[in-house]
């Protein structure tokens, strides 16, 4: 059971090298369920009974279903599509000494830098492209390892181990290829697209770590991937969402974009993506505004983003008591000064759903003297107000371009999101 799921959750994260394309793979699963796709800029016919979705920038994603019967409240369980990455940079060939081709990027996010040194990267994202006389997006993959980042040799650096500074646009630029490459990156990609590089007038292309995920440990207790943080949690969501009932609430499985940046973005959980589509439902099923604000009222939020484990070689940067363990639950996150909008009634609330899943939770706080990161659950709670708690699964390395979680975790919050839909 356990390792089933978790063979789907690496298949679906290595069809998901950008946000991007985890949208597409959740639209294709979506369809094969069932679910009518509805535009944004397009009037929306909904029914009692149906199942729909919407993507905004094809980076985020909103699917809900609609009971046949009379209902007042939404469910809804929030994740994020990206990760930190690398993203290359206009006019991004670069060619030095005559030698070597290398590519320019910047960072997206805030990622750990070290281990994106040494292991097999390739370039993947969306393409914006003439076809006649209109512009199409054309997703694009180069699936071979393509690029590496070359860490500079001990003995040019005898410091090496023992300082941690990177020169993002100096030190972490990836190798392509020897001079005659020069010329070539845009070609390479047009060729993976399908269309004409002239044709190529715009891009939003990141690097991504070629190496697959794999199941590991003594026991086989413990899976390691590219971005867990937040595919593991839009994963969870969706097959929950799509192993319930749904049939007492406005089930609604929303996956948000720019998370690692900050959600302050139209796809991102600062935008009214989600404001926008709870509304239009309500207004979809002629109820008036006011009828929408007593719906929120008494909805809920599940705000689904990883969580930190207890390190094993680095216990002291811990919270003394609450020490998350991967394999032993949902972590429920607390912090005092709203990072996460973790109150005493959502965090009870949380409880009882894992509880009727017959699921353990744990608890996550920061150390007092040290300041933690934040989420989308109170950042969408801007926009809109509802009850939420904020959770995650426990892992190892976040931000990291190769992740360690639990292999039992994944199960875990799938049962627990069924529950909620349920």
């Given at each position: 059971?356990?390792y089933?799921i978790?063979?789907?959750?690496?298949?679906?994260?290595?069809?998901?090298?950008?946000?991007?394309?985890?949208?597409?793979?959740m639209?294709?699963?979506?369809k094969?369920?069932?679910?009518c796709?509805?535009?944004e800029?397009?009037h929306?016919?909904?029914?009692?009974g149906?199942?729909?979705?919407?993507?905004r920038?094809?980076?985020?994603?909103?699917?809900?279903?609609?009971?046949?019967?009379?209902?007042?409240?939404?469910h809804?369980?929030?994740?994020?599509?990206d990760?930190?990455?690398?993203?290359?940079?206009?006019?991004?060939?670069?060619?030095?000494?005559?030698?070597?081709?290398?590519?320019?990027v910047?960072?997206y996010?805030g990622?750990?830098?070290?281990?994106?040194?040494?292991?097999?990267l390739?370039v993947a994202?969306?393409?914006?492209?003439?076809?006649?006389?209109?512009?199409v997006?054309?997703?694009v993959?180069?699936?071979?390892?393509?690029?590496?980042?070359?860490?500079?040799?001990?003995?040019?650096?005898?410091?090496?181990?023992?300082?941690a500074?990177?020169?993002?646009?100096?030190?972490?630029?990836?190798?392509?290829?020897e001079a005659?490459?020069?010329?070539s990156?845009?070609?390479?990609?047009?060729?993976?697209?399908?269309?004409?590089?002239?044709?190529i007038?715009g891009?939003?292309?990141?690097?991504y770590n070629?190496t697959?995920?794999?199941?590991?440990?003594?026991k086989?207790?413990?899976?390691s991937?590219?971005?867990?943080?937040?595919?593991?949690?839009?994963?969870?969501?969706?097959e929950g969402?799509?192993?319930?009932?749904?049939?007492?609430f406005?089930?609604?499985?929303?996956?948000?974009?720019?998370?690692?940046?900050?959600?302050?973005?139209?796809?991102?959980?600062?935008?009214?993506f989600?404001?926008?589509?709870?509304?239009?439902?309500?207004?979809?099923?002629?109820?008036?505004?006011?009828e929408y604000l007593?719906?929120?009222a008494?909805?809920?939020?599940?705000?689904?983003?990883?969580?930190?484990?207890?390190?094993p070689?680095?216990g002291?940067?811990?919270?003394?008591?609450?020490?998350p363990?991967m394999?032993?639950g949902i972590?429920?996150?607390?912090?005092a000064?709203?990072?996460?909008?973790?109150?005493?009634?959502?965090?009870?609330?949380?409880?009882e759903?894992?509880?009727?899943?017959?699921?353990p939770y744990?608890?996550?706080?920061?150390?007092?003297?040290?300041p933690?990161?934040?989420t989308?659950?109170?950042?969408?709670?801007?926009?809109?107000?509802?009850s939420?708690?904020?959770?995650?699964?426990a892992?190892?390395?976040?931000?990291?371009?190769?992740?360690?979680?639990?292999?039992?975790?994944?199960w875990?919050?799938?049962?627990?999101?069924?529950?909620?839909?349920?």
């Open positions: 059971m356990y089933e978790a063979e789907k959750l690496l298949d679906f994260i290595k069809k998901s090298p950008t946000a991007f394309h985890a949208v597409r793979e639209e294709t699963r979506l094969d369920e069932g679910f796709e509805l535009k800029e397009e929306w016919k909904l029914e009692k149906g199942k729909y979705f919407v993507t920038n094809h980076s985020a994603l909103i699917a809900f279903s609609i009971p046949r019967k009379e209902v007042s409240k939404f809804i369980m929030a994740s994020h599509s990760s930190p990455a690398f993203k290359i940079k206009e006019n991004p060939e670069m060619l030095f000494d005559n030698a070597y081709v290398k590519l320019n910047e960072k996010g990622m750990l830098c070290a281990p994106w040194f040494d292991r097999p390739s994202g969306r393409l914006a492209v003439r076809e006649g006389e209109e512009l997006e054309k997703l993959c180069i699936d071979r390892d393509l690029l590496v980042i070359p860490s500079l040799a001990i003995h040019m650096n005898r410091e090496a181990n023992e300082k500074s990177y020169n993002i646009q100096k030190e972490l630029l990836p190798l392509y290829g005659d490459a020069m010329g990156f845009w070609e390479l990609i047009a060729e993976a697209a399908g269309v004409k590089k002239e044709d007038l891009h939003d292309l990141y690097l070629r697959l995920g794999t199941v590991w440990g003594a086989g207790e413990f899976l991937s590219a971005r867990l943080d937040d595919l593991q949690c839009a994963f969870s969501s969706m969402f799509l192993r319930a009932g749904r049939e007492n406005i089930a609604v499985h929303c996956v948000l974009d720019n998370e690692e940046v900050g959600s302050t973005t139209r796809q991102g959980a600062a935008s009214t989600l404001k926008d589509t709870l509304l239009r439902i309500h207004t979809g099923l002629g109820r008036s505004y006011e007593m719906t929120l008494g909805s809920f939020m599940i705000s689904a983003d990883n969580a930190h484990s207890v390190h070689n680095y002291d940067k811990a919270d003394p008591v609450n020490h363990v394999n032993r972590v429920i996150k607390y912090n000064n709203q990072k996460y909008c973790t109150d005493a009634m959502s965090a009870a609330r949380f409880k759903i894992c509880r009727k899943a017959n699921v744990q608890t996550f706080v920061n150390r007092s003297d040290m933690g990161g934040s989308l659950g109170n950042i969408a709670n801007t926009q809109v107000a509802v939420a708690v904020d959770i995650g699964l892992q190892l390395g976040m931000h990291s371009p190769y992740e360690t979680a639990g292999v039992r975790d994944t875990y919050l799938i049962q627990a999101a069924k529950e909620f839909f349920q």
